[in-house]
């Protein structure tokens, strides 16, 4: 019994680590994404990450993440005054966060093909165009 306990505990942190990488590497392109419909506050544009499916992210790290972004030209930022209290930082996509965000679904574009053609195999079914040679 111990040792099926192990194996779930393994397997429950494989998938939190697995799910955390996911969630790494598609802060970025999800981030421009949700630019790309609205201008946004930091705090605002976290909250909606989990829309997406992604793991909720440390603000701190979240925020070093934003000021990477606009080091790398594909975010700006200014600061709004207009409402009441302190002044909070919008963030607004690039051209360059466009080009970005283009080659980001070019490339998921050709990874889902992969995986359809992946999936198709592993489950034993044939393409469209083979059942279309078999006619």
């Known amino acids: 019994m111990a040792d099926m306990n192990e ?19 598609w802060v970025v392109p999800v981030v421009l994404l949700m630019l790309r419909e609205w201008s946004s506050y930091g705090y ?19 925020y070093r993440t934003l000021r ?9 930022s200014s600061w709004d005054t207009s409402e009441g209290g302190p002044a909070k930082r919008v963030y607004k996509i690039t051209e360059a966060g466009e080009s970005y965000l283009k080659f980001w679904a070019q490339s998921l574009d050709q990874y889902q093909k992969m ?15 083979e059942k279309k040679d078999e006619r």
């Open 7 to 25: 194996d779930k505990d393994k397997d429950q942190e494989f998938q939190n680590t697995a799910t955390d990488a996911w969630s790494k590497n």
């Open 44 to 62: 605002e544009l976290m909250e909606k990450m989990a829309a997406f499916g992604l793991a909720a992210m440390n603000p701190g790290t979240f």
């Open 68 to 76: 990477q972004m606009e080091k790398q030209g594909i975010v700006s």
């Open 115 to 129: 995986m359809d053609t992946f999936f198709r195999l592993y489950t034993g079914r044939s393409s469209p165009t």
